[in-house]
């Protein structure tokens, strides 16, 4: 098997002979693409910019197409994330019972905008286009924890929360 360059920056030296290992592993797939953003992902918390043209020589894209699929899917980040990922539901049901404020407030208070951290580097905010709670909306997730009927109110004291525990183990 052909070997590929392997990203160095971003992804340092051991991420990058982790992703070679990855794409390497996948390349042969059927629409080999996802799987191995995916699986970058879950390794390293997001997609280093130097994984971009491995995986592109790999698979035969252009490195255009290949940051054309990451920056088309909100699921994919470029960098690293906050310690704790706050994901707010933009679908049409939980838009129908306040998510379109939820996300103006929470934007308000974490005092970043979707797709970015908070300067402390504590929260990174992303959207997410449905949660399954449709009939308790809105809802949102901090880490794997979901949350439904969450107004202004309840998302400050559920980041109250989050922040005073991360306080407590410091």
Same mark, same amino acid.
Request: a negative charge.
């Given at each position: 098997? %052909?070997?590929? =360059?392997? $990203? @160095? ?8 002979? !982790?992703?070679?290992?990855? /794409? ?23 997609? %280093?910019?130097? =994984?971009? $043209? @491995? ?8 490195? !255009?197409?290949?940051?054309? /699929? ?101």
């Amino acid at each position: 098997m %052909p070997q590929f =360059a392997t $990203p @160095t920056a971003s992804a340092g030296n051991e991420g990058a002979d !982790a992703i070679a290992r990855i /794409v390497a592993a996948k390349r042969d797939m059927p629409g080999a693409l996802l799987p191995i953003l995916h699986e970058i992902q879950d390794r390293h918390g997001f997609i %280093p910019d130097d =994984a971009v $043209p @491995t995986i592109a020589r790999a698979l035969n894209l252009s490195r !255009a197409e290949v940051h054309g /699929v990451i920056t088309f899917y909100h699921h994919f980040r470029q960098q690293p994330a906050g310690r704790h990922v706050v994901q707010i539901c933009r679908a049409e049901a939980c838009q129908s019972v306040g998510a379109e404020a939820l996300a103006a407030h929470a934007c308000k208070a974490l005092r970043c905008d979707f797709h970015e951290t908070t300067p402390d580097g504590q929260f990174t905010l992303e959207p997410v286009y449905c949660l399954g709670q449709c009939a308790t909306g809105p809802a949102m997730t901090i880490g794997e924890k979901l949350y439904a009927r969450v107004d202004a109110q309840r998302f400050d004291k559920l980041i109250d929360a989050v922040r005073d525990d991360a306080e407590v183990r410091a």
